[in-house]
Each structure stands twice: as C-alpha cells, then as structure tokens.
C-alpha cells in the first residue's frame, strides 16, 4: 500500500486494471463492501479489498455473471466446505461461454459471406447493406 492509509479509488482501480465508475458499481450492488472514509468523505480500501476486486475482475473476464460471482465469493470464505457448488458454476459459465462462442463463429462466417458477395460497385447495389437492410436474406439467425 502506498501510505497507512490505505488505497483511494484511483489507486484500487489502476492496480485491479478496472475504472472507479466499476469500483462503485460493485460496491452499490454489493459486490465489493461500502469501504472506510476519510475525514474528507474519500474512499479508502485495504489489501484484502483490492484482492476482492482483483478476483471479481478475473471472474467477469472468464464470462461469470454477477450472481455467480456473488456465490463464488460466498463459498470462498468458507474454505472448508465442498466445491461442488463452485464446479457447478464453473460448467454452467463454460456452456454459455461455448454457446457464445459458436453465435461469434456463426456471425462471423455471415460477414465473410455478406462481404464475400460485396462487388464493390455503388451503396445502392452493395450486397452488404441489402442483407442489413432485409434480414431474411441472412443464412445465420443471431438474434
């Protein structure tokens, strides 16, 4: 920490790699706990904070949502007890990783078709803006 202290927003969220707007974000929805004030009403966090706010930024960047990330720091502070429930969440957070994965490679293999189609003549005979304009003419339904 760089003083006694202890960290302000700004410094939680350069070394979390998140910004403040997030910070309070987590804190409102009860993420993150309401932290301690200065004198001057300023946020100050302590070390076992930011590694709160490092874990909750590395689970939102493997794709668990909120409410399982909000269970996840829940069975953490019980070390003891089984992890069924964390391998439950973690499968569940891989399935809707997967299924967004292939609605990426389906959306992706359009555009190469859309762009593949393209003549590269006029916008009122581009084959790209017909197929944005008329959504039937899509081969991939993503909505």
Same mark, same amino acid.
Not at 22 to 32: D, F, K, S, V
Not at 93 to 103: G, I, M, S
């Given at each position: ?84 429930? !964390? ?35 006029? !916008? ?6 017909? !197929? ?12």
């Amino acid at each position: 920490m760089p003083d006694t202290q202890g960290l302000s927003i700004g410094q939680m969220g350069a070394l979390a790699g998140c910004k403040v707007q997030t910070i309070r974000y987590y804190e409102e929805i009860g993420l993150m706990p309401e932290p301690v004030r200065t004198g001057g009403n300023q946020r100050r966090y302590a070390s076992g904070d930011l590694e709160r706010l490092r874990f909750i930024r590395h689970a939102r960047q493997l794709g668990f949502d909120i409410g399982s990330i909000r269970e996840l720091l829940q069975l953490a502070s019980d070390p003891n007890q089984s992890c069924a429930t !964390v391998d439950t969440l973690a499968h569940k957070t891989l399935e809707r990783v997967e299924r967004r994965r292939r609605q990426l490679e389906a959306l992706g293999r359009e555009l190469e078709r859309m762009i593949a189609q393209c003549k590269g003549g006029r !916008v009122g005979q581009c084959r790209i803006i017909e !197929v944005l304009a008329d959504h039937e003419l899509c081969e991939t339904d993503h909505q």
